[in-house]
């Protein structure tokens, strides 16, 4: 397929474009975790198109030098470059590093009146405070004078649940059309324990969270649903416990995900962009390259596309803003699909079936199949109208069902509902008074306990999943009385890593997690 080398056209024009930058995570690592470990990523897989593939900068792979990229739209090096090739602020700008002024992102968006944001758990990231401020940030002399400050909300805080508090809290009472996001969590994780270890996965874990609670502000608030990109990308991987090798493919390869009004849903980058971009295999192609492999440092000017405004003044990565992940024509060039049934908000009584039911129009073409998700985690596919697929023994939880409508063309959108499955005695007995299993000590090496209690004399299952869901054993099946119990769990024959520990009696279930490190 061809796609014409030009910024997208809509019907309405995109609110905000947030911009998350998660250091340290791998290119691999998402699918390596699966969508029943890090859900709202998959979220972004199966609705968005992304690459597990992209290029950091190709002489650096550590934190300062890519978020410059990633904010200016230029390499390290060279005449172009920024010349952040350092990873710890001195308390320059980033004009007195490179000789002259050197604009980004925020400049672009401020000058043209509207609100920026940056949220950042390093205090280093205080050099792109400094650089853009009041003081040191270029003269507006685009349209009217919006002043010099070019970031109007700068937050830094090491913990990035409290970060994503602020950064909701100021979303919400004043709207920044543009917010960067950075989330240190698997870095921290990979330096003190490795970026093969269960710590590692436990990190990206938490970011998936965060990441959810992204969604959960764009769905919720009018402004923003179906008018929001997120533009999710990490400054490098990582390989024993350092990313400082700039040859080592775990080191540059990175992840870059596009989601957001008319992205194509699970569209591969690459794919879409077949005669500007292309995939470098394990390679590590030079600047000079052409086609060029896709960069984070393309996630500049490409969240500026998305907001419908010009290439950062100076930049060399997609200063063409030719890396689509919007189709010319937008939404209106996808398939138009919609769930019939069930309504969103459907409450049903466990135990409980549900038969989704999707229309698809394939606006050009015809539809291939509608696939149908539960939580990121694939259920089947329908090739004929009326399109549906039956789920049936659903357990206990909240769902987020996904029908995604793939054209002949390989072109593809979704449409989603939530549902609840809840136990007859929700909210009453059973339900609220089940709570999650204890297990300590956690992380362990193999042996640990694993406490629960009933309140009431029941069935009781307890069962390990591994991350892909795939049931590892079945610790407890039977009938147990009211009150405290206790399971000496053996793990010794576990490969280390993250595991799920389910307890399921007639009324509910409740899930831990535990970790096994040695
Ligand atoms: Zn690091």
Known sequence: MALAASSPSRGAPPYA????????????????LGPRAVPHLYRLRIEGAFTDNARSDVDYTITLPNHACELTGRPVLGPDGHGVNFNSDDGRTLEAVHGSYVAGVFDVVHDRGLATGMYASKSKFALFERSWNAANGAPDTTGVDDGRDKIDVYVYQAGTAALLDSFTARMTAAPQRYAFIHLVDPDAAGHSYGWESAYYLDSIVKVDALVGRIFDLIDGDARFADATYLVLTADHGGNGTDHENAADPLNYTVPLYVWGPGVPAGADLYWLNPSTRANPGNGRPSYAASPAPIRNG???????????????????????????????????????VSITNPPSGTSLEYPASVVTEATADPRSGAIARVEFFADGVSLGADSTSPYSYAWTEIPLGVYRLTARAVRDDGIAATASVDIEIASAAAGTAGHSLLAPPRIYPNPFDRISTIEFSLPETDAVEVDVYDLLGRRVERLFGGRLGGGVHEITFDASSYAPGIYFLQLRSSAAVRTGKFMIVR
Do not use: F, M, W, Y
Not at 17 to 32: T, Y
Not at 304 to 326: F, T
């Open 17 to 32: 474009v947030v911009h998350v930058s998660v250091d340290g995570l791998r290119g691999g690592a998402i699918a390596k």
């Open 298 to 336: 393309e996630t500049a000017n490409l969240s500026l596309d998305l907001l419908g405004l010009p290439a950062v003044p100076g930049s060399v990565l997609d200063s063409a803003q030719d890396c689509d992940a919007v189709l010319p024509g937008g939404a209106g060039a996808l398939p138009a």
